[in-house]
C-alpha cells in the first residue's frame, strides 16, 4: 500500500470548512483512498473514499487531484464533535490484503 | 443499515485467566470479519481475519485464537492471557466486495493485571 503524509495536527474554527491535507505522491492506478477518524477510546469511523473522482457524502466531501498525488477531505461546517484523529490511508489492487495501516494522522482542533 | 456490536466495553482480567470477546454484525450477510488490536498510542495491528464461516486467517502468531461459529459472528479467544494482551481490541466488517471499506465497532479495552 502507498505510504500517505498528514499534517500532525490542524486547528479549525466551529462553523467554518475543515481542510485536511493528504500526499500520497506513490499511488498507483487502482489504489483507492480512504478517510477515518478516531475520537479518543472509540473505534475508527469511516468516513469517504474515492479512487479518481470527487466524492461527497453526508460526512465530508474529498478531492482528489487530477494526477491523485494528494487530496483534501474537507468537512463543510466543523463542529466541536470534528474534534478527533483524521486518517488518510491509500489502499488496493489485487495485492491489497486485509490490514488498514493507519500512519500517524491529523489531530483536528475544532475550536469555539 | 448495518451495524456492528462489541462487548465488553471494558474488561479487567488477572495473568492466566481464559478470554472471549464477542463481536456481530447486522443488516448484512457474508460479511469479511477482522479483529485488530491497537496499543496505547500505535496503530492498528490486525489479528485475525475471516471470510466466511469457519475460515479464520491468523495475520500475526500468538496467544489468541479466533472463531466464527455463525456467519455474524466473530469471537476473539485466549486460554491463558499475558500481561501484553493488554490493549484495544477492534472488531470490524466489511462486504466481500473489494476496495470495500472496513467498519469498526467500539472496541473492549482490556487490561491484565
Known amino acids: 500500500d502507498a505510504k500517505t503524509t498528514q499534517p500532525t495536527s490542524m486547528d479549525c474554527a466551529e462553523g467554518r470548512a475543515a481542510n485536511l491535507p493528504c500526499n500520497h505522491s506513490?499511488?498507483?492506478?487502482?489504489?483507492?483512498v480512504y478517510w477515518y477518524r478516531q475520537i479518543h477510546s472509540q473505534g475508527p469511523q469511516y468516513i469517504i473514499h474515492?479512487?479518481?473522482n470527487n466524492e461527497t457524502n453526508e460526512m465530508a466531501s474529498l478531492i482528489i487531484t487530477e494526477d491523485r498525488k494528494s487530496s483534501t477531505l474537507i468537512l463543510p461546517h466543523a463542529t466541536l464533535r470534528d474534534t478527533a484523529v483524521y486518517y488518510c490511508?491509500?489502499?488496493?489492487?489485487?495485492?491489497?490484503?486485509?490490514?488498514?495501516?493507519f500512519g500517524g494522522g491529523t489531530r483536528l482542533m475544532v475550536k469555539p | 443499515s448495518q451495524t456492528i456490536h462489541q462487548w465488553p466495553a471494558t474488561l479487567v482480567q488477572p495473568v492466566g485467566s481464559p478470554l472471549s470477546l464477542e463481536c456481530t454484525v447486522e443488516?448484512?450477510?457474508?460479511?469479511?470479519l477482522y479483529w485488530y488490536r491497537q496499543a496505547a498510542g500505535r496503530g492498528l495491528q490486525l489479528l485475525f481475519y475471516?471470510?466466511?464461516?469457519?475460515?479464520i486467517s491468523s495475520e500475526v502468531p500468538q496467544n489468541l485464537s479466533a472463531s466464527r461459529p455463525q456467519d455474524r459472528q466473530f469471537i476473539l479467544s485466549s486460554k491463558k492471557l499475558l500481561l501484553s494482551d493488554s490493549g484495544f481490541y477492534l472488531c470490524a466488517w466489511s462486504s466481500g466486495f473489494s476496495n470495500q471499506p472496513q467498519h469498526f465497532g467500539d472496541g473492549t479495552r482490556l487490561s491484565i493485571l
Open positions: 474515492g479512487l479518481k
Open positions: 475471516s471470510v466466511g464461516i469457519g475460515q
Open positions: 506513490t499511488i498507483s492506478g487502482n489504489e483507492y
Open positions: 490511508i491509500v489502499r488496493g489492487g489485487p495485492n491489497a490484503g486485509n490490514m488498514l495501516t
Open positions: 443488516g448484512t450477510s457474508n460479511p469479511n
